[in-house]
């Protein structure tokens, strides 16, 4: 990537409804070149894919959840089985392999406390092969980037 995929990908990060000619205006090209160099981001998997920011309090998730998870084993059937879980659960937003005492940071998004029991009870502790969880609850954010921090070569 060089300096304007950068500019392209950082603009489209702050902005994703952007149309290509806005995109083209912003870093400084015409609108052809902009659009190759946008198809070649997106199919290089620089891109990934375009989503729109939720405000979680109203869209009915307002509870934030750090759990850090530590595994009984780490044999491949344990870990493999785990993870598979972990992605198949819609409230588990975030899940980070981490070095120290846990094995996984989980960012997990529910209701109220009614549905974190629950999500415990009936789909964490369902897991298996869990020795430990350890649960902080967010109550308040300082701080959400969206973007990345500029990448300068």
Known sequence: MDAIDRRLVRALQRDGR???RQLADHVGLSPSPCLRRLKALESAGVIRGYHAEIDPDLYGLPITVFIR???ERHDEDTVNGFEA???ANDNIVECHVMTGQADYLLRVMVADLSDY?????HDLQRIGGIASIDTSFAYGQVKRRAAFPFVGR
């Open 18 to 20: 952007m149309t290509n």
């Open 69 to 71: 998870v530590r595994l």
């Open 117 to 121: 029991e629950r999500f415990v009870r």
């Open 85 to 87: 879980k972990v992605r």
